[in-house]
Nanobody, 124 residues
């Protein structure tokens, strides 16, 4: 089992930047994929970005392409989400998830481990 802890959320104005972190601990040796999801009030959870831990391939939702960048630090077992040009519609609780047979698919239910979430609020 992998434990995930997110950090870095906060409140800021539109156009600003924020970096989220997700640190994994526990049985991370066989982990293959880590990803970010988000859920805004009254909306379904959305896959934001995923990262293949073996070769660094990344996938992004269309809504964040060109603005968000996902990366990973192997030494720290930490996944990052750099968010630039933030918009009010990016407001959500952001969750980290790990391990799935289909990293590119960004399906919440297919992941094995989940973090507790961190709030991001973007005001206009």
């Amino acid at each position: 089992q992998v434990s995930l802890v997110e950090s870095g959320g906060g409140s800021l104005q539109a156009g600003g930047s924020l970096r989220l972190s997700c640190t994994a601990s526990g049985n991370t040796y066989h982990s293959n994929c880590m990803a970010w999801f988000r859920q805004a009030p009254g909306k379904e959870r959305e896959g934001v970005a995923s990262f293949y831990l073996d070769d660094g391939r990344t996938y992004y939702a269309d809504s964040v392409k060109g603005r968000f960048t996902v990366s990973h630090d192997n030494a720290k077992n930490t996944l990052y989400l750099q968010m630039n040009s933030l918009k009010p519609e990016d407001t959500a609780v952001y969750y980290c998830a790990a391990d799935t047979p289909r990293c590119w698919h960004l399906d919440w239910d297919e992941f094995s481990s989940y973090g507790q979430g961190t709030q991001v609020t973007v005001s206009s």
